[in-house]
């Protein structure tokens, strides 16, 4: 009985001897280490980011390889539409409103940029430049960006008959450009 209890004690010794043996030998491993928990961790992390940031720039790169959609002036009517080749159109439209209401409308449109352009411009030192004879406005929006292009102009212009009078007509000619 007593050599069974000492082999029952040698052989519970000998397994403790071996568990702390293998644990000085190997530590729990790599990932035992914080310093390898940390880099792997942040590793993972930088990894994501980038996945992340792909993604993102690739939807952006897609919602630009289109038309933008430009404002309609309410009630005007399209007269004219052409494709004239991919990544290029221009819509006519024309309206019976006044003038400066159509171009009130797209001077208030957000992101849109407008220039009214004059017949002459005389430039005055020291003060505002003279403009003359009010031909036209100019408004552009721009959201090209990640090598895509996406751009649209809009012309408003009255219309004038022969005598150099107004119709009554104004006419939004607007140009649309996308793509890479």
Same mark, same amino acid.
């Given at each position: 009985?007593?050599?069974?209890?000492?082999?029952?004690?040698?052989?519970?010794?000998?397994?403790?001897?071996?568990?702390?043996?293998?644990?000085?030998?190997?530590?729990?491993?790599?990932?035992?280490?914080?310093?390898?928990?940390?880099?792997?961790?942040?590793?993972?992390? !930088?990894?994501?980011?980038?996945?992340?940031? !792909?993604?993102? !720039?690739?939807?952006?790169?897609?919602?630009?390889?289109?038309?933008?959609?430009?404002?309609?002036?309410?009630?005007?009517?399209?007269?004219?539409?052409?494709?004239?080749?991919?990544?290029?159109?221009?819509?006519?439209?024309?309206?019976?409103?006044?003038?400066?209401?159509?171009?009130?409308?797209?001077?208030?449109?957000?992101?849109?940029?407008?220039?009214?352009?004059?017949?002459?411009?005389?430039?005055?030192?020291?003060?505002?430049?003279?403009?003359?004879?009010?031909?036209?406005?100019?408004?552009?929006?721009?959201?090209?960006?990640?090598?895509?292009?996406?751009?649209?102009?809009?012309?408003?212009?009255?219309?004038?008959?022969?005598?150099?009078?107004?119709?009554?007509?104004?006419?939004?000619?607007?140009?649309?450009?996308?793509?890479?």
């Amino acid at each position: 009985m007593a050599s069974e209890a000492e082999g029952v004690m040698t052989e519970q010794g000998r397994q403790t001897e071996e568990r702390g043996a293998a644990q000085s030998e190997a530590p729990g491993g790599c990932l035992s280490s914080r310093v390898v928990r940390v880099t792997l961790i942040a590793a993972v992390v !930088v990894v994501v980011l980038g996945v992340i940031a !792909v993604a993102a !720039v690739l939807a952006l790169r897609a919602s630009r390889d289109k038309p933008l959609d430009v404002a309609i002036y309410h009630g005007a009517r399209l007269v004219n539409h052409e494709t004239l080749y991919d990544g290029f159109d221009h819509l006519q439209y024309t309206s019976d409103d006044p003038f400066p209401t159509v171009e009130a409308f797209y001077f208030g449109r957000k992101g849109m940029d407008c220039v009214r352009q004059y017949r002459t411009v005389e430039e005055r030192p020291g003060q505002e430049p003279l403009r003359e004879g009010h031909l036209s406005t100019r408004c552009q929006v721009d959201r090209s960006g990640y090598g895509i292009t996406q751009v649209a102009t809009v012309l408003i212009q009255p219309v004038y008959d022969a005598t150099e009078q107004p119709t009554g007509q104004v006419v939004i000619d607007i140009q649309r450009y996308w793509g890479e």
